[in-house]
């Protein structure tokens, strides 16, 4: 009876969401291997050497929200259009759980995190393209009015 006792207790804690620390988390997104055969750090570490003039990594940040049973980790970085000031921005999302261990983009249809995805060569191409866009607003404005009549994937 004790054992089926015990049993049921150590159930009931695989059933609550695991408690997932900071530098676990970010080890589980770093070492996460993208569609592009590569880890999220390589290529980050690709953009850096690719673009050292107008990207560099900042500190990422790891948020827990009441309620989700995943941890949210942003990472952060700082994009400098030539003749512009850096602008920081914490624009790629992953969602990360520990019980297994499982790491996804938030935004699987957009933004830079699904660029990441996809390889660092494409990841490089996106910031160009968020680098030409920020150079023009107006352009920008234009493009994201629009981008839902869009019917081409413009990657």
Not at 1 to 23: E, I
Not at 68 to 92: H, K, M, N, S
Not at 106 to 129: K, M, P, S
Request: charged content about 30%; some cysteine; glycine content about 10%.
């Amino acid at each position: 009876m004790t054992a089926a006792l015990g049993l049921a207790s150590l159930a009931g804690a695989q059933a609550q969401p695991a408690d997932l620390s900071d530098a676990r988390a970010m080890a589980l997104v770093r070492g996460h291997r993208t569609q592009g055969f590569v880890t999220v750090g390589q290529s980050l570490a690709y953009a850096e050497r690719a673009r050292p003039d107008s990207f560099r990594l900042a500190p990422a940040r790891v948020e827990r929200r009441a309620g989700e049973p995943f941890t949210r980790v942003r990472i952060c970085y700082w994009l400098r259009p030539a003749g512009r000031p850096a602008e920081p921005d914490c624009g790629i999302d992953y969602l990360v759980t520990d019980g297994p261990p499982h790491v996804e983009v938030a935004e699987a249809f957009g933004g830079l995190g699904r660029e990441l995805e996809a390889g660092r060569e494409r990841f490089v191409r996106a910031l160009d393209r968020e680098l030409d866009l920020r150079r023009d607003p107006a352009a920008k404005a234009l493009g994201d009015a629009l981008a839902p009549y869009d019917p081409y994937d413009r990657r």
